[in-house]
């Protein structure tokens, strides 16, 4: 098959670019060896491609979100979910409270208030810390086809860190949006953020969604397929950040980035992609990236909105 060569070949061309800077606020990332540069595509009948540093593992951070929001619909129901997390971009920062005026919403579950209020939803109202952790790694593990463990390092330092999220988690207890703990929600959405992942993984986890939650090398349906329109809609308006607008009208696909450098795409029918480079642009997405993500939609004519 040409396409490994292919694929080479647009890491070759991204490699000149040099913008951007690790994540710096998560101590083990900010020594994140830059030079890193892989890609993966995993169609909905199967087929895996790779190249570059395809087997470096890497944690997944909020490429865990879309992940974790598909959980929450099954688990509790769409209703429930959007009583609590809205659907809209927020136009702020990941990291920033964007509520909405009057309900008190986070504006969606792609940025952090919203993830942390979507993680406390996952495995049901009754579940405890551990059980929507482990919720969580094994729905993923499955859409990867493989067992997924925890980069332990990042975990530790992110949590020692993650004064931010604590007090997202503590606002949005004292708004009722969260039930539970506030602190042990903080912990199970960093421990969620921690799952060790390569680009071949997240690939097929992508396809798994861009394939109606059917995984494509074990056929199993992993995840209900009216939960994955919400999913793969979400990722399209508030997957990239503010970026959204300039990433739909460019790379045309759903998609979302993570601080440690990853970014996934899901084209629903026909593929998922994934890339990781740990240097981040100023919107906080992987500049290299974004640049082969550009290419590869440009060259193989996968913007969702051509008319073929
Ligand atoms: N764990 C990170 C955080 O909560 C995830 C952020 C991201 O990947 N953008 O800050």
Redesign the pocket.
């Known amino acids: 098959s040409p396409v490994p060569d292919y694929l080479l070949d647009v890491l070759d061309a991204v490699r000149s670019i040099d913008d951007g800077a690790p994540?710096d606020?998560?101590e083990v990332l900010a020594k994140a060896d830059t030079s890193r540069l892989a890609v993966a595509l995993a169609t909905v009948d199967g087929e895996v491609y790779a190249a570059g540093d395809s087997d470096v593992a890497f944690s997944i951070?909020?490429?865990s979100k879309p992940f974790a929001y598909a959980a929450a619909i099954e688990d509790v129901g769409l209703d429930a979910v959007l009583a609590r997390i809205g659907v809209e971009p927020s136009g702020n920062a990941?990291?920033e409270l964007s509520l909405e005026d009057g309900t008190h919403r986070p504006m969606n579950p792609m940025i952090?208030a919203g993830?942390l209020a979507t993680h406390a939803l996952v495995a049901g109202p009754d579940a405890s810390g551990p059980q929507r952790v482990e919720r969580l790694r094994t729905l993923m593990s499955a859409m990867a086809g493989r067992e997924l463990g925890y980069d332990e390092a990042v975990y530790e330092a992110?949590l020692r860190d993650?004064h931010?999220?604590r007090g997202l988690a503590h606002m949005l207890r004292a708004g009722g949006i969260i039930n539970a703990e506030a602190e042990t929600i903080v912990d199970g959405?960093?421990r969620q953020?921690s799952v060790d992942v390569t680009v071949r993984d997240l690939a097929l986890m992508a396809a798994t969604l861009a394939n109606g939650g059917v995984q494509p090398l074990t056929g199993r349906q992993v995840i209900h397929r009216d939960g994955v329109r919400q999913v793969l809609s979400v990722m399209t308006t508030c997957g990239m950040?503010d970026a959204a607008g300039d990433w739909v009208s460019n790379v045309g696909i759903p998609a979302k980035?993570?601080?440690?450098g990853g970014i996934i795409g899901a084209l629903p029918g026909q593929l998922g992609l994934a890339v990781f480079s740990p240097k981040l642009d100023a919107h906080?997405n992987s500049a290299r990236g974004v640049a082969v993500c550009e290419r590869l939609s440009r060259d193989m004519g996968l913007h969702m909105m051509d008319v073929s």
Not at 257 to 260: L, N, Q
């Open positions: 994540a606020y998560i951070q909020s490429i990941f990291n952090n993830a992110e993650a931010r999220n959405y960093v953020c950040y980035s993570g601080v440690a906080g």
